[in-house]
């Protein structure tokens, strides 16, 4: 079974600030994980995802496969970064699994 | 074209119509997904069709039944529908990936369903 786990539903930080969101996966063989956004009013996009090891809009993830862990980062978080972030894990072909999701604010 | 559309973009329906969400792209893209996503909640997968063939159905309830009519559209016919199926219902694209790979699944706006 494949699993994936957001801990912060709501998720706090003034401009400028580092933000991360946290991600733990569960899978026993080799996942792609990605981070999907959906900012208010608008449709569910992909952010960015492991195997392409690139920066979207300043954030980053890497995949910790001992800590089973991808999570998001961005040194200077901005108020446009105030939306759902989702953490998903594809462990069979076309079948993703999304976190929970959490909910970013950034305040000015 | 680099979008994936679906209509309409909100429903109300009675429990004991029938209606059909569609949704469409023109990517090229072979594998196509409905997903259910109910308010604050993340999309739970509904249905995979992969070269318009249904490859995946997440034990989904009989009164939803999908169609994949052609590479570009997808279909979701209701019938019998109950109020705790009101939700946002999303379709996906994405291209055809190799055995174990997963290309990005690109999202529609979505069909905002309400079953009074």
């Known amino acids: 079974a494949q699993r994936v786990t957001q801990p912060e539903k709501l998720l706090s930080v003034f401009k400028g600030a580092p933000v991360e969101l946290k991600c733990n996966y569960s899978y026993s063989g080799s996942p792609e994980l990605f981070w999907y956004v959906q900012y208010s009013r608008q449709r569910l996009q992909l952010l960015l995802r492991h195997i392409s090891r690139e920066s979207i809009k300043g954030f980053t993830a890497d995949l910790n496969k001992g800590e089973t862990s991808f999570h998001l980062k961005k040194p200077f978080a901005q108020e446009e970064d105030s939306a759902m972030y989702y953490c998903?894990?594809?462990?069979?072909?076309?079948?993703?699994?999304f976190g929970s999701g959490t909910q970013l604010t950034v305040l000015p | 074209d680099t979008e994936v559309t679906q209509t309409p973009k909100h429903l109300v329906m009675g429990m004991t119509n029938k209606k059909s969400l569609k949704c469409e792209q023109h990517?090229?893209?072979?594998?196509m997904y409905w997903y259910k996503q109910k308010a604050k909640k993340p999309p739970e997968l509904m249905f995979v069709y992969s070269y318009e063939k249904l490859s995946i159905n997440e034990s989904v309830p009989s009164r939803f039944s999908p169609e994949c009519p052609n590479s570009s559209l997808l279909n979701l016919h209701l019938h019998a529908l109950q109020p705790e199926d009101s939700a946002l219902y999303l379709c996906?694209?994405?291209?055809?990936?190799?055995?174990?790979?997963?290309?990005?699944?690109?999202f529609g706006p979505g069909t905002r369903l309400l079953v009074l």
């Open positions: 990517m090229g893209h072979r594998a």
């Open positions: 998903a894990l594809s462990g069979s072909a076309r079948q993703l699994t």
């Open positions: 996906a694209s994405s291209r055809p990936s190799g055995v174990g790979v997963q290309e990005t699944q690109y």
